[in-house]
Each structure stands twice: as structure tokens, then as C-alpha cells.
């Protein structure tokens, strides 16, 4: 059974460009959230997709986007970096509202 | 007063201590209670899994989760310094997305 993968591993930008993230969810999943974790914190909820629809939406701005894909894998997109978005960024794979399993994360450093 | 209350800590023991972690929350509509592990740089690890009150027991690692006093607690027994990481505790109501403790770092010496 392959586990959560996401890509890239870490990468830097500059602030006011745009980042694409990638998640690969577990096998047998169909639903995917996303997290963004920064230091010295716990993961705060960005929103989540289920069967390419999003399906709920925390407390972030709609330059943070998403989409998510037949096989279930998924993508997220942040235009007009700010500093502040530097973080881990952590995907999240279940079955409907189940247990979730997290990848590994991408670490966002924006400068 | 924030969702979910957890003591960053730092927490230090002695390897094969008994290691007590805790979260206290203020929604009374929390249903289901997680721990997860996190090292350095990776990923959350799933731990451990409750719905509602009651004990979970799995090896080293017992969660207890008290919803009248809305407090949940992760024991570990004889910890191992491999058990140096951090320990989120989160939660959330059926359907909803997982709120998160802040994480209490401990570091188990040999």
C-alpha cells in the first residue's frame, strides 16, 4: 500500500509570485486536505476536496486554491506569495470523513 | 480562548519514564479525538484514534479521552529515546476538519 507522497520536498520564491503544491493521496482514498503548518505550531486547516469538489474551507484567502483530480491526487495553489506563507504544507489523504494520514509535507520558504 | 489548548512544553525524561501528555478543548462537539507524532521536518504520524470518552490502549501508548471535563491525555510507559518528537493532539466534530493543538515537544534521554 503506498502512503501519502507530496511534491516538491521544500522550495523558496520570492513574495508576489505563485507556487503550485502536489499530493498524491493513499491508495483507496478519495479525500484529500490540506494543512498549512507553520513554526512552532500545530497544522491549521486550509480545505479539503472530495471527489474533485471542494468540501469545506478554513479560515484562509482565495488566493489559496485547489483542485483535485479523477485519481484523487490533488494540488494546491498559492498566488501572490507573502511572507508570511512561508510554512510546511502538509496533504492529508481518507476515506470521507475517516481517519487522516499526512505526507510528508513541502517546505515553503518565500523571501 | 483558543479551540484546543496544549502545553508546548518542552517536556524532558529519563528513558523508561511514564510520560503524561495533555489537551483540553472548549467545543463540546468534538466527537473525534487523534494523537499524532511529529519528528523533525516530516509529516504528522497517526498514534492513536478515539470516538467519544473512553480508553484506547496500543502497546506503550494509552489515550484517554474525558468529555465531561473536556480533557484528553496520551500516557506513554517505558519511553525510548526514539520517542523524542512532538505530540499533537487534535479533534473534530463529524464531517468537519481536524483542529489542532499547538504540539508539545519531549525528549526522552538514554
Known amino acids: 500500500e503506498t502512503g501519502v507522497t507530496q511534491s516538491p520536498t521544500h522550495l523558496i520564491k520570492t513574495r508576489g509570485q505563485q507556487v503550485t503544491l502536489r499530493c498524491s493521496s493513499q491508495?483507496?482514498?478519495?479525500?484529500v486536505s490540506w494543512y498549512q503548518q507553520a513554526l512552532g505550531q500545530g497544522p491549521q486547516f486550509i480545505f479539503q476536496?472530495?471527489?474533485?469538489?471542494?468540501?469545506g474551507r478554513g479560515n484562509f484567502p482565495p488566493r489559496f486554491s485547489g483542485l483535485q483530480f479523477p485519481n484523487y491526487s490533488s494540488e494546491l495553489n498559492v498566488n501572490a506569495l507573502e511572507l508570511d506563507d512561508s510554512a510546511l504544507y502538509l496533504c492529508?489523504?481518507?476515506?470521507?470523513?475517516?481517519?487522516?494520514?499526512f505526507g510528508p509535507g513541502t517546505r515553503l520558504t518565500v523571501l | 480562548q483558543k479551540e484546543v489548548e496544549q502545553d508546548p512544553g518542552p517536556l524532558s525524561v529519563p528513558e523508561g519514564a511514564i510520560v503524561s501528555l495533555n489537551c483540553t478543548y472548549s467545543?463540546?462537539?468534538?466527537?473525534?479525538f487523534m494523537w499524532y507524532r511529529q519528528y523533525s521536518r516530516k509529516g504528522p504520524e497517526l498514534l492513536m484514534y478515539?470516538?467519544?470518552?473512553g480508553n484506547k490502549e496500543d502497546g506503550r501508548f494509552t489515550a484517554q479521552v474525558d468529555k465531561s471535563s473536556k480533557y484528553i491525555s496520551l500516557f506513554i510507559r517505558d519511553s525510548q529515546p526514539s520517542d523524542s518528537a512532538t505530540y499533537l493532539c487534535?479533534?473534530?466534530?463529524?464531517?468537519?476538519?481536524?483542529?489542532f493543538g499547538k504540539g508539545t515537544t519531549l525528549s526522552v534521554s538514554s
Open positions: 491508495s483507496g482514498h478519495n479525500t
Open positions: 467545543n463540546s462537539a468534538f466527537q473525534y
Open positions: 492529508a489523504s481518507s476515506m470521507a470523513s475517516g481517519e487522516q494520514f
Open positions: 476536496y472530495y471527489r474533485e469538489e471542494e468540501n
Open positions: 487534535a479533534m473534530r466534530q463529524a464531517g468537519t476538519a481536524l483542529i
Open positions: 478515539t470516538y467519544s470518552s
